[in-house]
C-alpha cells in the first residue's frame, strides 16, 4: 500500500503533495492537508486503483463483434473474472479484472490465447502514477486527452493499429452526432419559421468524416429557395395587395422586413442571430463575425457543450464536405491518416488556428495536402479530382458558382486503388514528401493532382480583369492569391486554401515534417518498445518545443557503480585509492567504453579535447591527483598526437593505480611515463564513425556462432562479440554514407549513485540509423563495460 510519503515531497518553500497537487508551506498545513476530505479521497481511489492494476490484465487483438460476456467466459478458465472493461468503441482491447492475483499469473504465463479464431495477446497493466487531473470546466483538455491516450497506444502492435485506435479514441461518439442531429433538427425547424423553404445543412467536421469529439457545428443556411417564395410572395402581394403568398403561407413577420436578395450578408446575419437568441433554447454567445472571408454567425450550445457557425453563403463548403466524405469512402486509409496528422500538427502547432483567424494551416488546407500527397504516391492512393469528375453520370453534374463541382456521389462508382502500402509506410511518405517540397516555386493543385509553376500565376488578374472587361462572357473569376504556399482549392480555383500561412509557419511546416520523417526512419518508430518505453505514433504526437522522446529520454546512456559486480583486485585498487575511488572507477569505465566501440564494435574512434571535469563534479573531491598512467593492452588507444594530453592521461588509466609517486611505472614498451600535468583532469570524449550495421541481426549470428562449434571462438563474450561483429562487417554491406556521432562521458552522483553517464550526439546520420545503434547501445554497452571490468585481472 502506497503511503503519503510517497506524494508528499519537501521542496524549498515546503511541501508538495503530488495526488493532490498543491503546494504547503508548513508541516501544520500539511498535517491539516493529509487529514483533509480531498486527500483522503484520492489516497482511497489511489490505494483502489493500485489494486485493480494488479488484480487485471490488458488484453488486445478483439474484435468489435466480441461481446464482454464472451471475454468474461474466456478469461473464467485462469480464475473468477471480477470485471471486463471493453475500450469504448469496442473492438480493440479490454481490460480484464480478476478476483484472485494468482490468476493474473495464470492469464499470463499461457503461451497462446485462442478465442472465437481470435490470438489474443494478454499483457500485464502498466503501472501509472496516479495523479489527480484537474478539471476544466467546459474545456476540452487536448493535452490531457492525450497524456491518456499516450499510454494506450504504446500497448498496441503496430503503427497501424496505433492510427486505427486514434480515429477510434477521437471520433465523434454516436451519443453526440445523434445530439448534433438533434440540434440541427430544431435549428431547422425553428428556422423554416421564419425563413420559409429554408434549408439548414452541416457541412464541415462534423459531417465529413474526420469529426473530433467536441468539433466544432458548421451550419450552412441556405436562403435560396427563401429568395424564390419572397419574389413569388412580393408579386402576389402588389397584385392581390395582401400579406398572403400564392401557397397560402403568411410572409408577414422578419420576412416582410427585409428583401434578401437586397441586403448585405451581415444585415441577413444579424437576423439570423436575432432568430437564434430569442428562439432556440441552449444557444448562448451568439455574435456576428462579418468581417471573415465567409461571414459567419457563431453561437455556443450550452447543453451540447458546442461551438456552433451559421453561414449563408457558402454552398461550395457544403459541395466539398462531399467531396471529403467522397474520398474517405473510396479509399478506408485516409481517415486513419488524417486524424493522425491533425494531432501531430496541432501538437506541433502548425494547424488549427484559434477562433479560425491567424497563419496556421486550418484542417480544411491539412486535409488536402494529405489528399495531395496520396494522388502522388506510386501508384497513386486517391484519383485526382479532375479523374473524379471523369467518373461522375450527367444526373451528377454539378456547377456552383461557375466552379465546376462534379464527382460520382457514391464510392462504388471509384475504382479501388492498386497501392497496397500500409498506414505506416503512408505516414512516413507523407513527410517525407513534404520535407522535400517545393513550396516557394510550385502551386498545389488537388484537381489536377499535381503542381503548377507558380509564374503561370503571375499577373494573371490583370489579364483576367482586362479580358472580361471587353468580353463579358469569359470567366469573372480572379487569381489565387499567392503565398508562400500556394494550396488551390479543388472546386473554387480562385482560392488559395493556405492563402493565411506566413514564410515562417511555412518553414515551421517543412522543418517538423523533415524531423517527422527522420523519426520514421528509426526503429522506435516502426517497432513496438520490449521495455513499454514511447514508441510509434506517441513520439510524433510530442508537443513543439519539447524534444521528442528519441531525444530527451534515450540519448544518454547510463552505466551505474557496481562494486559488487568488480573482480577483488579492482575493488583494492579503488580501496587503496580512498576519496579517489570514483575518478578511478570512472576512468576504467572510459576505458572499456573505448574498447567496446572500438574492439567489439569496429567504431573507428578519434578522441576529441573538448571536456573539462566540471567544478561541481564528483571529480573535484580528487582534483589534486596526480595522473600518473600508461597505455596498456587492454584499452587498444589509438595513437595519441600527445601523449601526455591530461585528456589522454585520464582516458587511459585502466590498468595503474593512481598514485602521486608514479615515477617508477613504465609503459608496455618500456619507456619510462611522462608525469601527467597536475590540475583539472579532462573528460575524454570521442569522434566516432560506424561504417556497418553491426546491431542489425547480432542475435541470429551470434546463435550460428555458439551452434557451429568448428568457428565458437575462445574464450570470454567480449570475444564472442567481436566475432559476431566481423561476421556482420564481412557480410553486410557498409551504410551508405557512414555514421558519426560523439561520445561525451561524464561522472556524475555522489557516494550511494554514482555512475557515469554517455551522451552520445549525432553529427552526421543522413541515413537516419543513429536511433537504432543508440537503441541497441543502450543495452549492450552497459552489459560489455562491466564484463570488460569484471574480467580485469588486475595486472596493476
Ligand atoms: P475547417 O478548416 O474548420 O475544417 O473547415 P474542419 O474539418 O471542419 O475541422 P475543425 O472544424 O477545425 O475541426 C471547415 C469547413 O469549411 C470549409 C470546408 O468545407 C471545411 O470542411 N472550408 C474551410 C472551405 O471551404 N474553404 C476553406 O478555405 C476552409
Known amino acids: 500500500m502506497e503511503t503519503d510519503g510517497d506524494t508528499i515531497k519537501n521542496t524549498p518553500t515546503g511541501f508538495r503533495c503530488t495526488l493532490c497537487n498543491v503546494s504547503l508551506p508548513n508541516q501544520p498545513s500539511l498535517d491539516q492537508h493529509v487529514k483533509g476530505r480531498k486527500h483522503q479521497t484520492l489516497s482511497s481511489v489511489?490505494?483502489?486503483?493500485?489494486?485493480?492494476?494488479?488484480?487485471?490484465?490488458?488484453?488486445?487483438?478483439?474484435?468489435?463483434?466480441?461481446?464482454?460476456?464472451?471475454?468474461?467466459?474466456?478469461?473464467?478458465q485462469f480464475g473468477q473474472v471480477s470485471e471486463v472493461i471493453l475500450d469504448k468503441n469496442k473492438g480493440v482491447y479490454a481490460i480484464v479484472q480478476f478476483d484472485e492475483t494468482h490468476s493474473v499469473k495464470a492469464a499470463l504465463s499461457c503461451v497462446e490465447h485462442q478465442m472465437k479464431g481470435l490470438k489474443l495477446s494478454v499483457k500485464p497493466r502498466e503501472k501509472k502514477d496516479f495523479k489527480l487531473i484537474p478539471k476544466k470546466k467546459n474545456i476540452p483538455d487536448y493535452q490531457q486527452f492525450l497524456d491518456y491516450l499516450k499510454?494506450?497506444?504504446?500497448?498496441?502492435?503496430?503503427?497501424?493499429?496505433?492510427?486505427?485506435?486514434?480515429?477510434?479514441?477521437?471520433?465523434?461518439?454516436?451519443?453526440?452526432?445523434?445530439?448534433?442531429?438533434?440540434?440541427?433538427?430544431?435549428?431547422?425547424?425553428?428556422?423554416?419559421?421564419?425563413?420559409?423553404?429554408?434549408?439548414?445543412?452541416?457541412?464541415?467536421?462534423?459531417?465529413?468524416?474526420?469529426?473530433?469529439?467536441?468539433?466544432?457545428?458548421?451550419?450552412?443556411?441556405?436562403?435560396?429557395?427563401?429568395?424564390?417564395?419572397?419574389?413569388?410572395?412580393?408579386?402576389?402581394?402588389?397584385?392581390?395587395?395582401?400579406?398572403?403568398?400564392?401557397?397560402?403561407?403568411?410572409?408577414?413577420?422578419?420576412?416582410?422586413?427585409?428583401?434578401?436578395?437586397?441586403?448585405?450578408?451581415?444585415?441577413?446575419?444579424?437576423?439570423?442571430?436575432?432568430?437564434?437568441?430569442?428562439?432556440v433554447p441552449?444557444?448562448?454567445?451568439?455574435?456576428?463575425?462579418?468581417?471573415?472571408?465567409?461571414?459567419?454567425?457563431?453561437?455556443?450550445?450550452?447543453?451540447?457543450?458546442?461551438?456552433?457557425?451559421?453561414?449563408?453563403?457558402?454552398?461550395?463548403a457544403v459541395r466539398n464536405t462531399h467531396f471529403l466524405q467522397l474520398c474517405s469512402g473510396v479509399e478506408d486509409r485516409l481517415r486513419p491518416l488524417v486524424y493522425t496528422i491533425r494531432h501531430w500538427a496541432k501538437q506541433k502547432q502548425?494547424?488549427?488556428?484559434?477562433?479560425?483567424?491567424?497563419?496556421?494551416?486550418?484542417?480544411?488546407?491539412?486535409?488536402?495536402?494529405?489528399?495531395?500527397?496520396?494522388?502522388?504516391?506510386?501508384?497513386?492512393?486517391?484519383?485526382?479530382?479532375?479523374?473524379?469528375?471523369?467518373?461522375?453520370?450527367?444526373?451528377?453534374?454539378?456547377?456552383?458558382?461557375?466552379?465546376?463541382?462534379t464527382f460520382p456521389s457514391q464510392p462504388v462508382s471509384v475504382p479501388l486503388s492498386k497501392n497496397t502500402q500500409d498506414l505506416c509506410t503512408l505516414l512516413a511518405g507523407f513527410f517525407s514528401f513534404y520535407s522535400q517540397f517545393d513550396f516557394a516555386s510550385s502551386v498545389i493543385s488537388v484537381r489536377d493532382g499535381r503542381t503548377l509553376p507558380i509564374t503561370d500565376f503571375l499577373g494573371q488578374n490583370e489579364e483576367k480583369k482586362a479580358m472580361h472587361e471587353t468580353q463579358p462572357t469569359?470567366?469573372?473569376?480572379?487569381?489565387?492569391?499567392?503565398?508562400?504556399?500556394?494550396?488551390?482549392?479543388?472546386?473554387?480555383?480562385?482560392?488559395?486554401?493556405?492563402?493565411?500561412?506566413?514564410?515562417?509557419?511555412?518553414?515551421?511546416?517543412?522543418?517538423?515534417?523533415?524531423?517527422?520523417?527522420?523519426?520514421?526512419?528509426?526503429?522506435q518508430y516502426k517497432r513496438k518498445s520490449a521495455k513499454g518505453r514511447s514508441w510509434g505514433l506517441v513520439c510524433l504526437f510530442t508537443p513543439s518545443g519539447e524534444t521528442p522522446c528519441a531525444k530527451t529520454e534515450q540519448l544518454t546512456i547510463s552505466i551505474p557503480f557496481k562494486v559488487e559486480s568488480l573482480p577483488p583486485s579492482l575493488q583494492d585498487q579503488l580501496r587503496a585509492t580512498g576519496d579517489g575511488f570514483r575518478l578511478l572507477w570512472f576512468q576504467k569505465v572510459c576505458c572499456a567504453v573505448e574498447g567496446v566501440l572500438q574492439r567489439v564494435l569496429r567504431c573507428h574512434l578519434t578522441p576529441s579535447t573538448d571536456g573539462v571535469f566540471s567544478e561541481n563534479s564528483a571529480m573535484d573531491a580528487v582534483k589534486n591527483v596526480v595522473f600518473n598512467v600508461s597505455v596498456n593492452d587492454s584499452c587498444e588507444m589509438p595513437e595519441p598526437q600527445n601523449d601526455a594530453s591530461p585528456q589522454r592521461a585520464a582516458l587511459v588509466g585502466s590498468k595503474r593505480s593512481l598514485s602521486?609517486?608514479?615515477?617508477?611505472?613504465?609503459?608496455?614498451?618500456?619507456?619510462?611515463?611522462?608525469?601527467?600535468?597536475?590540475?583539472?583532469?579532462?573528460?575524454?570524449?570521442?569522434?566516432?564513425?560506424?561504417?556497418?550495421?553491426?546491431?542489425?541481426?547480432?542475435?541470429?549470428?551470434?546463435?550460428?556462432?555458439?551452434?557451429?562449434?568448428?568457428?565458437?571462438?575462445?574464450?570470454?563474450?567480449?570475444?564472442?562479440?567481436?566475432?559476431?561483429?566481423?561476421?556482420?562487417?564481412?557480410?553486410?554491406?557498409?551504410?551508405?554514407?557512414?555514421?558519426?556521432?560523439?561520445?561525451?562521458?561524464?561522472?556524475?552522483?555522489?557516494?550511494?549513485?554514482?555512475?557515469?553517464?554517455?551522451?552520445?550526439?549525432?553529427?552526421?546520420?543522413?541515413?537516419?540509423?543513429?536511433?537504432?545503434?543508440?537503441?541497441?547501445?543502450?543495452?549492450?554497452?552497459?552489459?560489455?563495460?562491466?564484463?570488460?571490468?569484471?574480467?580485469?585481472?588486475?595486472?596493476?
Request: a negative charge; charged letters at 25%.
Open 151 to 279: 499510454p494506450q497506444l504504446c500497448q498496441l502492435m503496430s503503427v497501424d493499429e496505433q492510427m486505427r485506435y486514434v480515429v477510434e479514441q477521437c471520433q465523434l461518439g454516436e451519443h453526440e452526432t445523434e445530439a448534433r442531429g438533434l440540434l440541427v433538427q430544431l435549428l431547422q425547424e425553428v428556422f423554416v419559421e421564419f425563413f420559409p423553404d429554408s434549408q439548414i445543412l452541416p457541412f464541415g467536421s462534423s459531417v465529413n468524416t474526420f469529426s473530433i469529439q467536441s468539433c466544432d457545428l458548421d451550419l450552412f443556411l441556405d436562403l435560396e429557395n427563401t429568395k424564390v417564395f419572397q419574389a413569388q410572395a412580393k408579386s402576389a402581394t402588389e397584385t392581390v395587395g395582401e400579406g398572403t403568398s400564392d401557397d397560402g403561407r403568411s410572409e408577414d413577420s422578419i420576412l416582410s422586413d427585409i428583401d434578401l436578395t437586397a441586403a448585405s450578408p451581415a444585415e441577413i446575419l444579424d437576423l439570423v442571430a436575432t432568430i437564434l437568441r430569442r428562439c
Open 474 to 523: 469569359t470567366s469573372p473569376h480572379h487569381s489565387p492569391k499567392l503565398g508562400p504556399l500556394n494550396l488551390l482549392d479543388p472546386f473554387e480555383l480562385s482560392h488559395n486554401v493556405a492563402g493565411n500561412l506566413n514564410v515562417r509557419s511555412v518553414l515551421s511546416f517543412q522543418r517538423e515534417c523533415q524531423e517527422a520523417e527522420k523519426y520514421c526512419r528509426s526503429l
Open 660 to 796: 602521486p609517486s608514479g615515477d617508477e611505472s613504465t609503459s608496455p614498451q618500456g619507456k619510462k611515463p611522462r608525469r601527467a600535468k597536475r590540475g583539472k583532469p579532462k573528460v575524454p570524449q570521442w569522434n566516432c564513425v560506424q561504417k556497418h550495421m553491426v546491431w542489425a541481426g547480432r542475435r541470429k549470428v551470434r546463435r550460428e556462432l555458439i551452434k557451429d562449434t568448428d568457428s565458437r571462438p575462445e574464450g570470454s563474450c567480449v570475444e564472442l562479440e567481436s566475432q559476431v561483429t566481423a561476421h556482420i562487417v564481412e557480410k553486410e554491406m557498409e551504410i551508405k554514407e557512414p555514421l558519426e556521432f560523439r561520445v561525451e562521458p561524464q561522472m556524475v552522483g555522489g557516494t550511494e549513485s554514482s555512475r557515469a553517464e554517455l551522451k552520445l550526439v549525432p553529427t552526421n546520420d543522413k541515413t537516419g540509423v543513429f536511433h537504432d545503434f543508440f537503441h541497441f547501445l543502450q543495452t549492450f554497452l552497459p552489459k560489455m563495460v562491466e564484463t570488460m571490468l569484471a574480467e580485469e585481472r588486475g595486472e596493476a
Open 46 to 76: 489511489r490505494a483502489t486503483r493500485k489494486i485493480q492494476e494488479e488484480h487485471s490484465v490488458f488484453v488486445s487483438g478483439i474484435k468489435p463483434d466480441v461481446s464482454q460476456t464472451e471475454i468474461s467466459e474466456y478469461f473464467q
Open 350 to 405: 502548425l494547424a488549427g488556428n484559434p477562433s479560425g483567424a491567424g497563419t496556421l494551416l486550418n484542417n480544411y488546407a491539412l486535409t488536402l495536402l494529405i489528399i495531395f500527397f496520396l494522388q502522388n504516391c506510386d501508384p497513386p492512393v486517391l484519383l485526382t479530382v479532375a479523374q473524379f469528375k471523369e467518373l461522375a453520370c450527367e444526373e451528377e453534374e454539378c456547377v456552383i458558382e461557375g466552379w465546376d463541382c
Open 282 to 316: 441552449g444557444v448562448h454567445k451568439v455574435h456576428v463575425v462579418s468581417n471573415a472571408r465567409v461571414p459567419v454567425v457563431k453561437f455556443h450550445h450550452s447543453e451540447l457543450k458546442l461551438q456552433g457557425d451559421i453561414t449563408i453563403n457558402n454552398r461550395l
